[in-house]
């Protein structure tokens, strides 16, 4: 999505085979980029490896690319906070919960974009309907509750997430019984979304996921949580439209 939103028209997709994997540097550049992709000009990081046990860099790239008129510009790290910004890093601090210095080195709010699908409904129970994501095979921040903002037919919407196991309502079942969920309480909205495409970009982590003794437990914490990402998270601000 965001590589659409950019203007990139056509992306190659490779699967990394045996075969594939045991490509020399030569024969990357001569089968693989010469034979299939025919560039004029390649752009590639500081800290580019490819080829068999990542045995050629960009600077090898650029003497290979001499020989077929290639171009080859190498764009040197991004300094931020003294440390070299990188995806690894970026997904470090993800992992870790640090929502707020991810969002800053990706100069945008780390999201994850899923489909709303009908859940337990113990949220309306509680007086805070959830919408259900279907997860996927994304990086996901650790179990917990985040402020989050939600993005659906071009409008934008504070929120609650909780990515978790549910103890309080499945007591009986092991942590690892229990399946994961991502569930979204939506600040003042009321829309009939099954089925429907949203956005949730994560803000701040506000705690960790815990057991509750009762329903009631639960709820106070809930408008807590509410009242603390008021305060610290959204304030009186209105969320920009994406």
């Known amino acids: ?50 080829g068999r046990k990542k045995s050629g860099d960009a600077k090898i790239l650029k003497d290979l690319c001499k020989h077929f008129h290639i171009e080859v510009d190498i764009v040197e790290p991004f300094i931020f906070d003294g440390m070299a910004v990188s995806s690894s890093r970026v997904r470090e601090l993800i992992k870790n919960g640090k929502m707020e210095q991810a969002s800053r080195l990706l100069g945008r709010d780390y999201l994850v974009v899923g489909k709303v699908i009908e859940g337990a409904k113990r949220g309306q129970t509680l007086g805070f309907p959830t919408a259900n994501l279907a997860l996927s095979d994304e990086l996901y921040p650790p179990l917990g509750v985040y402020a989050v903002e939600v993005f659906w037919n071009q409008t934008a919407y ?10 309080t ?21 009321n829309e009939m979304i099954y089925g429907e495409e949203i956005q949730i970009h994560f803000k701040k982590r506000i705690r960790d996921e815990v057991r509750f003794d009762s329903s009631s437990q639960l ?10 990402a008021q305060r610290n998270v959204f304030g009186n601000r209105v969320p920009a439209i994406q």
């Not at 709820?219 to 603390?228: A, N, P, S, T």
Request: net charge positive; glycine share 6%; proline share 5%.
């Open 219 to 228: 709820l106070y914490q809930i408008k807590r949580d509410l009242e603390w």
């Open 158 to 167: 504070h929120g609650l997430a909780n990515l978790g196991r549910n103890p």
């Open 169 to 189: 309502f499945q007591p009986n079942r092991s942590e690892f019984e229990r399946p994961i969920s991502l569930e979204v309480y939506i600040l003042n909205f």
């Open 1 to 50: 999505m965001l590589i659409e939103q950019s203007g990139i028209q056509t992306v190659f997709c490779i699967e990394f085979t045996t075969a594939f994997s045991k490509l020399s540097p030569k024969e990357f550049v001569e089968e693989m980029l010469v034979g299939r992709v025919k560039p004029r000009k390649m752009i590639v990081g500081y800290n580019y490896h490819f």
